[in-house]
């Protein structure tokens, strides 16, 4: 079964946008790490989003995808990624963590 996830580009200019943010608000000391911290984020993402629990987006979510999922990256950071899905295709279209004013419609979830 092979998976196909996407990512639409207002996401990828996100993650540009992270590295930058990572780097220059003194997250990490070197932009090679900011660099790496946000290709696990694509990484774990493409590789579990088939396997992981697929949430019903929140009314103010579904502009950007009918579902999302979630996963940490440290113990202080949970990721989300709302998406549209078909088969095994995914198209992710929007990005956010636990410290968007986005995620405040989620905690009650889990």
Known sequence: MEI???FH?????YFNQLIDDLFYDGYFSHKE?????VSKII???ERTIHNKKH???????LKFGK???HFNMNPNTTWYFVFEKSNNRYLISYVFNNYSTEAKDLNYRF
Not at 55 to 61: G, K
């Open 9 to 13: 580009p207002s996401v990828l200019l």
């Open 67 to 69: 579902y999302y999922i």
């Open 55 to 61: 949430y019903t987006a929140p009314n103010s979510l």
């Open 33 to 37: 790490s900011a660099l790496n911290y």
């Open 43 to 45: 990484y774990n993402v």
């Open 4 to 6: 196909a996830v996407n």
